[in-house]
């Protein structure tokens, strides 16, 4: 319920590791309400949540860390440049600084990431925002429209690295409604309608 | 993560922030001086009436550099949605309420720093034989206020009336401490000594604990969840 409106209803979901599954619905559909669940910022009003063989909700202190989550908003400090911003969120997660490098690289963020990340572009920002989260090499990795702003070159990047999460075994939800980038990623694809879900044909 | 050790790293964060714009001690700095300046002008008559008026002065300076400190600090993780990152982090909630309240602290003093001084000039305070009282006092009220201010202004990251909660909500709950502040001010500043107002003193330890204890137990159920 998302106060008098029920946003999900219905919803029997299991994703799988080393999967790619894509959500798709119109507006309104309910997929902010569900990733906010999945990203345990959200209680469902009914029903439950397991990751693994463990209650995500009565746990999820434990498990944030293995949470990976991109949303519209880019989640980083605009004051900061897009390196500290790294660095600060490796602190969050206790991950080592090389990391950091490792995806400047991969995202090709290194050219800029050194100016504060309030003069980025809407692209630059969704490169350093990707970065931030896979930094930790989460378990379950959440992607609301991953490919917004990017250029062909780092929707490539963004391919790529997908296909990586997925090879290292990493549960990969992505919300988007760009259908090139679904068709190319997709291992299963389901749609939620009015808060209901359906499954697609992959 | 351990609760110090992610409360520090919110600190700190907030901290490189604030060297880098200056920001929050530019505009509550000045804002603190011009209250004490206009203030001054307007009434001081003798330095009687000055000692009355002063205790008045610092804390209605304090309490309005205050909310524009917090006011500040949190829009910082209104943007971009950064408060989000620390929510889905793995850092205690506890942790991420105490190092906000400790950057508007800090912020806090330092701009009383320079507040206590140009109030001692302008209304011709002798506070060399008070100052360790009127150190504790300030201290102690303005870590009140901070914590209360935290957690009010954390509600605020997440609905459209962040600036009616923080006026509304938070004025009347720092009264306590606002109340104790200016009176053991008023009183130290008369002569009193630290064991004459320490009831004052106790009323804002106590202030200090319980906002700080409910803010660690409460930002996370007001921020999320």
Redesign the interface.
Known sequence: MYGPTRALSGVDLELGAGLVTVIEGPNGAGKSTLLEIL?????PTRGTLRFGKHDAWRER??L??T?G?L??????????TGR?NLA??A????IAERRIGELGERFEATGFWDRP?RTYSRGQ?QRVALA?ALLHEPRLILLDEPSTGLDVRATERLVEAVVVERARGAIVVLVTHDLPLSERLADRRVRLLRGRLEEQAA | MKLAAAAWLVFQKDLRIELRTGEILITTGFFALLVTILTSLSFYLDDVIARRVAPGVLWISIAFSGVLAMGRSFQRERDHDAMRGLLLSPLPRPGIYLGKALGIFAFLVLVELMLVPCLAVLYHLDLSPVLGQITLITLLGTLGFSAAGALFAAMGVRVRTKELVLSVVLFPLVSPALLAGVVATREVLAGASLSEVFDWVRVLLAFDLVFLVLGALLFGPLTSE
């Open positions: 990203s345990l910022l959200s209680r202190q434990q944030r860390g949470l989550v949303a519209h908003a880019a989640m980083l400090y605009p004051d900061l500290e600060l969120f602190r969050m997660y206790g990340t920002l931030r």
